[in-house]
């Protein structure tokens, strides 16, 4: 307790040495504080917690290269590469997207063994982790100013999926002259690809296969109470946060992001875990406390205002549409008074869905609703684990053992196949 104690002063010592540094010019994301890592050792945080994706991955010896990506709407977005472990790398290149409020850091935060991406690299796999716009690693662009420019923030994950899906799919092909690839999606990841195959269904032809962890479209159904509240508050919230000067959440750099990391390290379960209990239908000690510490310094992401209102319209609607601009903005940009809704029926490139029965976010039910109207669903698997929630299929120590060697599997069966009847699903 003692050590709690001290550690409190210190942070409250050190808020206040930043806050009266902060310049008072009118900036859309106030209180954003300087990284100090020097703090961190001190605190005896984890160092895992505060590695970047580079230095993660060269700390554990893979070898990363860092790509540049700009969109057709000018955002500039970094994509990290980790090359295969093996001299006879596989065929197809897999292309790993995160979900809202993550990073690519998510991919690797489980560590050397229990990372996706580093079992990917070590079972011969050419593998890329995407970053979409707005996140600290792909805050950039080629004339806006995310730190002054509204304009930068007026998107959501219909523009993840029309813009930087697209870029960054044709980037990885060109960079590694194949065809197709194999895409992993995580909660928005999903969205993003099923918002991309939906209005730009020619990209089904770039793709082998697609793995949609928790996926999201429909969230008529989620049972979290405290989302659903938010969701019917998100108007309003909105509105208040965007007099306010606020266009972006949760930026990496923000007081509130280094609150939740420092709070994550003294009381990983008591504060992280119940957390995300009340969000996401978490099972506490269903991810390792140590494991939750880290991965709440790479967490919490920035994300724009208008993303988040998005999720909201899908809550309060039940329906997978496209963004509500108010009817007349609704005839502009989309010649109706009612947001169209995305037409599953184009996703043609082969799915498999993989949830969990305690995630509130991405329900049985409306996983259920998903897969009655995708067209080319390969595999609906439920994770047999009762306990398993959102943020397991990542960080989880049993992902391992009940999700990645499943992918490994399908991965290896859609190697040289050309009829999709040719697959026999697993149960
Ligand atoms: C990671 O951190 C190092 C050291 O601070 C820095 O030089 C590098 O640019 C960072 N990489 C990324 C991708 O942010
Ligand atoms: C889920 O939500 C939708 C839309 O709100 C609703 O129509 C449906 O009946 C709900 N229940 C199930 C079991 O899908």
Redesign the pocket.
């Known amino acids: 307790m003692k050590r709690v104690r001290a550690e409190v002063l210190v942070l409250m010592l050190y808020v206040h040495s930043v806050s009266t540094q902060i310049k008072p010019k009118l900036k859309l994301t106030p209180y954003s504080i300087p990284e100090n890592r020097a703090l961190k050792q001190a605190l005896g945080y984890q160092e895992d917690t505060y590695l970047n994706f580079t230095e993660l991955t060269s700390k554990y010896k893979y070898t990363t290269q860092e790509h540049e990506v700009v969109t057709e709407d000018g955002y500039i977005l970094t994509i990290f590469r980790i090359l295969s472990k093996c001299d006879q790398v596989k065929q197809h290149p897999v292309l790993l997207l995160h979900g809202i409020f993550d990073s690519a850091d998510l991919w690797i935060i489980a560590g050397r063994e229990k990372g996706l991406a580093y079992i990917l690299s070590n079972n011969c796999f050419d593998v890329w982790v995407a970053n979409h716009r707005g996140n600290h690693y792909s805050r950039r662009h080629v004339r806006l100013d995310p730190d002054t420019d509204p304009e930068y923030w007026e998107y959501s994950f219909d523009e993840h999926g029309t813009y930087d899906l697209p870029a960054m799919i044709d980037y990885v092909l060109a960079a590694s002259q194949r065809p197709r690839l194999y895409y992993i999606g995580h909660s928005q990841g999903t969205t993003n690809f099923f918002v991309m195959s939906s209005l730009r269904p020619e990209y089904n032809d770039k793709i082998r296969l697609s793995i949609q962890l928790a996926p999201i479209a429909?969230m008529?159904?989620i049972t979290s109470p405290i989302l659903s509240i938010a969701a019917h508050g998100l108007e309003p919230i909105k509105s208040f946060l965007e007099a306010a000067g606020y266009r972006e959440l949760f930026a990496k750099d923000h007081i509130a992001h280094f609150l939740v990391e420092f709070l994550c390290q003294i009381a990983p379960d008591l504060v992280c875990g119940q957390g995300l209990a009340l969000t996401t239908g978490y099972k506490i000690g269903s991810i390792y406390s140590r494991a939750l510490s880290r991965s709440f310094g790479h967490s919490l992401d920035g994300i724009s205002v208008k993303d988040l209102a998005h999720f909201g319209q899908l809550v309060l609607s039940?329906?997978f549409q496209r963004y509500d601009e108010g009817s007349e903005g609704n005839i502009k940009r989309y010649g109706t008074s009612k947001p169209p809704q995305y037409d599953l029926s184009k996703i043609t490139s082969p799915v498999v869905l993989m949830a969990a029965r305690s995630d509130w976010i991405s329900t049985l039910?409306?996983t259920?609703?998903l897969r009655s109207q995708l067209p080319n669903v390969i595999e609906k698997y439920i994770i047999r684990e009762k306990y398993w929630s959102h943020n397991n299929h990542l960080w989880g120590e049993t992902a391992p053992i009940y999700e990645f060697p499943k992918i490994l599997d399908y991965f290896n069966r859609f190697h040289n196949y050309n009829s999709p009847s040719s697959i026999i699903p697993h149960n």
């Open positions: 429909f008529g159904n039940g329906k039910k409306d259920e609703t």
